[in-house]
């Protein structure tokens, strides 16, 4: 991923370390309120760690990548519970410097981008449930966080995230949203920097926020991927409104620390408040790479930390 100079226009928000929004209300899967059945309180679940809220009740350092595929980032370089043990140890770095407790993650690519349109024509290669199953269940089983990031190639984001509808039904999936690889008509992965208009973003977001709702899951955390101006159209329109979900705004860009800083404070111009900001670190091409102390150094202090 070329990091590339911003264009973004507007002011700066007035508090980029967003304050999280309420916790999803309490809902069945039926839409209806819960209610005690056969004599047994209902308990709604709750997020790893405890509570309903993502942020800032938490912060999550994340393995970045797909499965058995170490050229897509480091969560494809070893096992599932190999990774399971490597991220652990990473959010165990993070936990000197966070008064509140780091979780670890893993966001997993569910649809990659290709060169090849395949059968759909979409440039975007579905993995399959079955395929990240191990991934999730290593997760599950070890109080792992899950993203499911998501590549769309010339399909859009919501289409492709409700072919994964069932497993955002676990209360620790959340979703990202790679806007790099959303591809306008006649554009082709790797010609160019992809875009998404705030539209679109905030269509799929309303499925997951009603998603959400409805199975009566905790908040869900959203992490919206940028590293250049163009990426996301008429960005200050996204909806942040929805209690059911936690925003989050990812520095995804490489390349010197100086450049990142750059990026990093220019992606907060005119960010809409609710959103919270988040960061990338790349183990080959970031010169150099940033420490766990100097990661947490960053203004504001990132609330997802990934690692690619």
């Known amino acids: 991923m070329a990091l590339s100079s911003l264009l973004l226009g507007g002011c700066a ?56 595929d170490p050229h897509l980032g480091a969560l494809g370089e070893q096992g599932p519970e190999e990774s399971v043990q490597r991220v652990k140890e990473l959010a165990k770095q993070y936990d000197p410097y ?67 509808e069932d497993i955002l039904k676990d209360p620790n999936v959340g979703v990202g949203y790679d806007a790099e690889w959303r591809l306008a008509p006649g554009q082709r992965p790797l010609e160019q920097i992809g875009s998404v208009t705030a539209a679109e973003l905030n269509e799929s977001m309303d499925y997951v926020a009603d998603l959400t709702r409805r199975e009566d899951l905790p908040q869900k955390a959203v992490v919206i991927h940028q590293f250049a101006g163009s990426m996301i159209q008429n960005r200050e329109t996204l909806n942040t409104s929805h209690p059911e979900l936690a925003l989050t705004l990812h520095a995804d860009g490489h390349g010197s620390q100086e450049l990142k800083k750059q990026t990093w404070d220019a992606l907060q111009q005119g960010l809409p408040q609710g959103i919270f900001m988040s960061w990338k670190n790349f183990y080959d091409e970031d010169s150099p790479m940033a420490t766990p102390e100097q990661t947490y150094q960053m203004t504001p202090k990132p609330w997802v930390v990934t690692y690619q």
């Open 13 to 68: 928000s007035d508090s980029p370390d967003a304050q999280g929004s309420a916790s999803a209300s309490g809902q069945s899967s039926s839409g209806q309120s819960s209610s005690p059945s056969d004599g047994e309180s209902h308990k709604p679940s709750e997020l790893i760690g405890g509570g309903r809220t993502v942020f800032p009740d938490r912060r999550m350092v994340a393995l970045y990548g797909a499965p058995n």
């Open 98 to 164: 966070s008064k509140e407790p780091v979780i670890p993650a893993f966001e997993v690519i569910a649809t990659v981008a290709d060169s090849v349109p395949g059968a759909d024509g979409d440039y975007s290669n579905e993995l399959s449930p079955e395929s990240l199953k191990p991934l999730l269940d290593a997760a599950k089983k070890n109080g792992v966080y899950v993203i499911l990031d998501f590549q769309p190639g010339a399909q859009d984001f919501t289409s492709q995230v409700k072919e994964y």
